[in-house]
């Protein structure tokens, strides 16, 4: 009870100890119905057991080695809510309005276009880049460590002539991080030089980098 201390008799105390392994909620039930102590809670019980250091040996844990009850046993739940499950496939509600069909075609923010080439997950892998579709239908698959730059800036231009195969570490020296200007931002009479010279800067670095090692 609240506010004041409940006693114990000896004999309650030793008939508790002798029996601490058992489950609280039982041992509650086994201890009011013997003596008679309506008065205890199930919870004045446990902080007995516990200020006593009675404790059950469980910690909640599965030991080394056991089998959880439930192995082998797939979609344990309710007989009959079966009826009411997504099948495989299924899309109801919002699902059915948003979705995109197969060949679907998307601009991005930034002015790419996508095209949805499966129904997959992760949701990410379901679309892909048309001008990177397109150019590896002409070229073969894009080299590791490469990546496509567009030409003319129009990068709704998907043709595959509109995109160069260049290596990534030379993306920042088109994006003006050590020049200027910026190859996006140029004319078009002047982006042949802007991208030859950061091609020319790479290379020199690349080449540094073979006579340190």
Not at 119 to 135: E, G, K, M, S, Y
């Amino acid at each position: 009870m609240r506010g004041r201390s409940i006693p114990y008799s000896e004999r309650e105390l030793e008939w508790l100890k002798a029996r601490s392994e058992m489950p609280r909620r039982a041992l509650h039930t086994d201890f009011c119905d013997k003596f008679d102590r309506l008065d205890v809670s199930l919870d004045n019980l446990k902080s007995l057991m516990k200020r006593m250091g009675w404790f059950t040996g469980r910690n909640g844990c599965f030991e080394k080695g056991s089998v959880p009850p439930n192995k082998g046993k797939k979609g344990i739940c309710a007989p009959g809510s079966e009826k009411g499950w997504f099948k495989k496939g299924e899309r109801r509600g919002v699902a059915v309005q948003l979705y995109k069909p197969i060949g679907t075609e998307r601009t991005t923010r930034d002015g790419y276009v996508e095209r949805k080439i499966n129904d997959d997950l992760p949701l990410q892998a379901r679309w892909r880049a048309v001008h990177l579709i397109r150019w590896e239908d002409t070229n073969g698959p894009l080299p590791e460590g490469h990546c496509l730059k567009c030409i003319d800036g129009d990068k709704a231009n998907t043709d595959p002539q509109n995109w160069l195969a260049i290596p990534r570490a030379l993306l920042p020296r088109l994006n003006g991080r050590w020049a200027s200007l910026k190859y996006d931002n140029a004319e078009p009479e002047l982006k042949p030089y802007i991208l030859a010279a950061a091609k020319l800067q790479h290379a020199a670095r690349e080449a540094r980098k073979e006579m340190d090692r």
